[in-house]
């Protein structure tokens, strides 16, 4: 399986971006694909995630009413919607896919051992 990002950028505080994570190789809806996020000196932590299969979604509360994930199932495409960026939302952002359906995780230890993009850099000025 092949995962790649894209969409980063450097952005204003208030602004917006939408990440794409296009996948190949592995039969997309019978996985769940996940945004995660490390920023510098500090340990990647997850953002949100989707179950392609039946649209079920998780958001950490950090970004809950300004993130929205989406997938299109027709091109293997999940995006990542972000509003209202702050400067905490600096990172370097990856996506991930692991075998399953329904409720999806976002621990990134749950995606150990699958598939992962390369990454994204997102950063946002004051």
């Known amino acids: 399986g092949h995962l790649v990002e894209s969409g980063g950028g450097l952005v204003q505080a208030g602004g917006s971006l939408r990440l794409s994570c296009a996948a190949s190789?592995?039969?997309?809806?019978?996985?769940?694909i996940a945004w995660f996020r490390q920023a510098p000196g500090e340990e990647r932590e997850g953002v949100s995630c989707?179950?392609?299969?039946?649209?079920?979604?998780q958001y950490a509360d950090s970004v809950k009413g300004r993130f929205t994930i989406s997938s299109d199932n027709a091109k293997n495409i999940v995006y990542l919607q972000m509003n209202s960026l702050q400067p905490e939302d600096t990172a370097v952002y990856y996506c991930?896919?692991?075998?399953?359906?329904?409720?999806?995780?976002?621990?990134?230890?749950?995606?150990?051992?699958?598939?992962w993009g390369q990454g994204t850099q997102v950063t946002v000025s004051s």
């Open positions: 190789g592995f039969t997309f809806d019978r996985h769940t």
């Open positions: 989707v179950s392609p299969s039946d649209g079920n979604t």
């Open positions: 991930a896919a692991r075998r399953g359906t329904g409720y999806c995780p976002t621990q990134p230890k749950e995606y150990y051992g699958y598939y």
